[in-house]
Structures are given as structure tokens and as C-alpha cells.
């Protein structure tokens, strides 16, 4: 998007809250923060619902959840991005599955959530390279273990490449390319997390660090 970015941020922190504007906005950086709150619904009450994409804390302490909370606030119309101290596989993928666009870490610079930021508000999905590998080295219950070949093919698959490219990438036969995609949608509805569409893969795909945000 172009113009000045419109931020907003809940934490349970007003340390953090206070440190916002300093650290997120700089003369050069195109964003402002235009509310802060210690909740959600308090946020959303005051000037931070038009906000352009809000800064959400994974953990409020007031009980809510992370998918309660992302719900909240872009039934309200602005983009999430989770900034949180938590680099949880379980959790990152938890705010993601929500409709978060993005996740960034609390002890990442300042230059990095900038970028975050700017990406978000752009309809862009974030995942900051140490989370990226996080996730992809993760073996929770939930992220199914993917055998290179299936691996393989759900990162040529779920970026849109038709199933006969794939298994040309692949030097495979185009059925034994659908059996392997077969396979990890297989897996992931096993594990409950179902992906039968193609976007779906997509998304597990992300979620799990098998294929990087969209630039």
C-alpha cells in the first residue's frame, strides 16, 4: 500500500505498550501509531479499530485466545500481526491458521518488524526467517512427517505448478506425482489439520516451513 501506515498494538504490558511508538515509527519508516491497548476489545473500542494492521501480543493474561482475538480484530477490518517473545511452533501456527498475516518476534530489530509491518499492511504473508526454520524443524503431534519425495512435491504442487510439471520437475510419472500429493493430503488430515484444496497445501505448506511466505 501507499501512504503512511496506520499501526495499532495490543499487550499486556504497558512497558511495551509505552515503547511502541518509539521503536516501531521513525521519521523515514511511513507508519504511525494511532491506538494501544491492553485488550482487544479495548483497542477496538477506541481509534486503534482503523487501523491498518494491528500489533497482537500471542498471550493477553485476560483469558482470550490467540484464534478469539485474531477473529476480533479482522471482523473489524484491520490485518494481524502477531508480535510475541513465544517461538512456539504450535503457537505460530495456531495465530496463522487464525487469519494472522504475520508473525515476528519481540527480540527481532527494529528493522525487521518495520518490514513486517509494511509487508502485512500490502495483504503480504511474514514469517521471520528464525521462525521459518523453527518451523520447519518442528515435530509436533500436528505437522506431519513428510517422506523428500512428498516434501518435494507439495512445495512444486502447492505454488501452483499443474501436477504434469510437477512430475516432469520430478522425473516421475504424473500418477505417481498425484500419490505422492495424495499422500501428504493424507497426512495432514490425519493429524487434523485437512488441506484438500490446492491453497490449502499452500497454507500448511507455509505454516509447517516447507515453502516461505509469499514475497
Excluded: F
Amino acid at each position: 500500500m501507499t501512504g503512511v501506515i496506520d499501526v495499532a498494538a495490543v499487550d499486556d504490558h504497558p512497558i511495551v505498550l509505552d515503547g511502541v511508538a518509539g521503536w516501531v515509527m521513525a521519521a523515514e519508516s511511513g507508519i504511525r501509531v494511532v491506538g494501544t491497548a491492553l485488550t482487544v476489545d479495548a483497542l477496538l473500542a477506541g481509534p486503534g479499530r482503523d487501523a491498518h494492521v494491528v500489533l497482537l501480543d500471542i498471550d493477553l493474561g485476560d483469558g482470550t485466545t490467540v484464534e478469539r482475538n485474531v477473529a476480533a480484530i479482522l471482523g473489524a477490518g484491520p490485518a494481524v500481526l502477531v508480535l510475541s517473545a513465544a517461538e512456539k511452533p504450535l503457537l505460530v501456527r495456531a495465530a496463522m491458521r487464525a487469519g494472522a498475516l504475520g508473525y515476528v518476534l519481540k527480540s527481532e530489530g527494529t528493522s525487521q518488524v518495520r518490514a513486517a509491518i509494511k509487508a502485512v499492511a500490502a495483504g503480504q504473508d511474514w514469517i521471520s526467517p528464525r521462525l521459518a526454520y523453527i518451523l520447519a524443524t518442528d515435530d509436533a503431534a500436528d505437522r506431519p512427517v513428510l517422506s523428500p519425495q512428498e516434501s518435494r512435491a507439495l512445495r512444486l504442487y502447492a505454488t501452483g505448478m499443474p501436477m504434469k510439471s510437477v512430475a516432469r520437475r520430478m522425473n516421475i510419472s504424473e500418477e505417481t506425482g498425484k500419490q505422492y500429493v495424495g499422500r501428504v493430503r493424507e497426512k495432514y488430515s490425519r493429524a487434523g489439520r485437512p488441506a484438500p484444496t490446492k491453497l490449502d497445501l499452500y497454507y500448511r505448506a507455509v505454516e509447517d516451513g516447507h515453502l516461505p511466505p509469499r514475497p
